[in-house]
Nanobody, 115 residues
Framework: QVQVVESGGGLVQPGGSLSLSCAAS????????MGWYRQAPGKQRDVVAT???????YYADSVKGRFTIFGEYIKNTVYLQMNSLKPEDTAVYYC?????????WGKGTQVTVSS
């Protein structure tokens, strides 16, 4: 019904920047949200940032001031601009579309922060 595809992951040095993209396709309408989540080895999947169809944003405390989420609604695409990256940011980053109580997930993209 809904397809979610992430891109933009890679290797970056501490203090560097990286931008992730999430393109969603399918039946997306009404009230919905899109967000970025991450999961590091041995840890649970945690929310990074979300944006709702009415413009609201949320950021995890660990990324506030460093990451920015924004969207291009015509393309059903959201981006995550990551600045001042730290080794602790290393994780698989997942994009999700939330429509009502339903969630649709991408396969994830690896972000590695290392010197």
């Amino acid at each position: 019904q809904v397809q979610v595809v992430e891109s933009g992951g890679g290797l970056v040095q501490p203090g560097g920047s990286l931008s992730l993209s999430c393109a969603a396709s399918g039946s997306i309408f009404g009230l919905y949200a899109m967000g970025w989540y991450r999961q590091a080895p041995g840890k649970q999947r945690d929310v990074v940032a979300t944006i709702t169809s009415n413009g609201g944003t949320y950021y995890a405390d660990s990324v506030k001031g460093r990451f920015t989420i924004f969207g291009e609604y015509i393309k059903n695409t959201v981006y995550l601009q990551m600045n001042s990256l730290k080794p602790e940011d290393t994780a698989v980053y997942y994009c999700s579309v939330h429509i009502g109580i339903r969630d649709y997930w991408g396969k994830g993209t690896q972000v590695t922060v290392s010197s």
